[in-house]
């Protein structure tokens, strides 16, 4: 079935730098790439998506891009701030419509 | 907009009583609701989607009887956690799609069960 790789499992970086997520996914079928947002106790936050006809999307300081030859996708915060820090997922829709494989999620702490 | 609920937040229960959980979309209506399970510094597992009106599809390894979904409207579904054990215990996250959007998935906040 689908697979999604995420890396890395954490990230640690100093406030105002940059950070990158990556992901990797299985299935040439996938079309649709949403990141989420998970803070301790609360339920995942949809961030930014991108789906497979455009290869980048930016929304002030969190873009995603896509490569669908080597399917990977990546998620890019700029300027990051301590409220940045938290668990971000990628995800990959499947060729069962709207189900959703998860990335195993990344630890985003961001010190002052 | 695109806002979940879930009620209960939070849930304790004796070994051998059922729970139930309810998730609603409060400001759309939605095509299908999908129920996840999310062990501490884990990802989320898919248990479940539900469409309104008809049986929900379950995961490989999810029991049904044990985990029962009634997807009653639109913008309702439940899942009720049936004689439940310690290994029950977890953190419950509901989905919801919109009819309107195309794949977008719109999470609640979460149930955290402790089942003693």
């Known amino acids: 079935g689908e697979n999604v790789e995420q890396h890395p499992s954490t990230l640690s970086v100093q406030e105002g730098d940059s950070a990158v997520i990556k992901c990797t996914y299985s299935?040439?079928?996938?079309?649709?790439f949403p990141w989420y947002k998970q803070e301790l106790g609360k339920g995942p936050q949809l961030i930014i998506d991108?789906?497979?006809?455009?290869g980048e999307k930016k929304d002030q300081r969190i873009a995603v891009t896509l490569n669908k030859t080597a399917k990977h996708f990546s998620l890019h915060i700029t300027e990051t701030q301590p409220e940045d820090s938290a668990v971000y997922f990628c995800?990959?829709?499947?060729?069962?419509?709207?189900?959703?494989?998860f990335g195993a999620g990344t630890i985003l702490r961001v010190k002052s | 907009g695109a806002v979940v609920s879930q009620h209960p937040s939070w849930v304790i229960c004796k070994s051998g009583t059922s729970v139930k959980i309810e998730c609603r979309s409060l400001?759309?209506?939605?095509?299908?609701m999908f129920w996840y399970r999310q062990f501490p510094k884990q990802s989320l597992m898919l248990m479940a989607t539900?469409?309104?009106?008809?049986?929900?599809?379950?995961e490989q390894g999810v029991e049904k009887d044990k985990f029962l979904i009634n997807h009653a409207s639109l913008t309702l579904s439940t899942l009720t956690v049936t004689s439940a054990h310690p290994e029950d215990s977890s953190f419950y996250i509901c989905?919801?799609?919109?009819?309107?959007?195309?794949?977008?998935?719109?999470f609640g906040p979460g149930t955290r069960l402790t089942v003693t």
């Open positions: 989905s919801a799609d919109s009819l309107v959007g195309d794949y977008e998935q719109y």
């Open positions: 299935d040439s079928a996938s079309n649709y």
């Open positions: 991108i789906r497979s006809n455009v």
């Open positions: 995800a990959a829709s499947t060729k069962y419509g709207n189900k959703l494989v």
């Open positions: 400001d759309f209506q939605a095509t299908t």
């Open positions: 539900s469409n309104e009106g008809s049986k929900a599809t379950y």
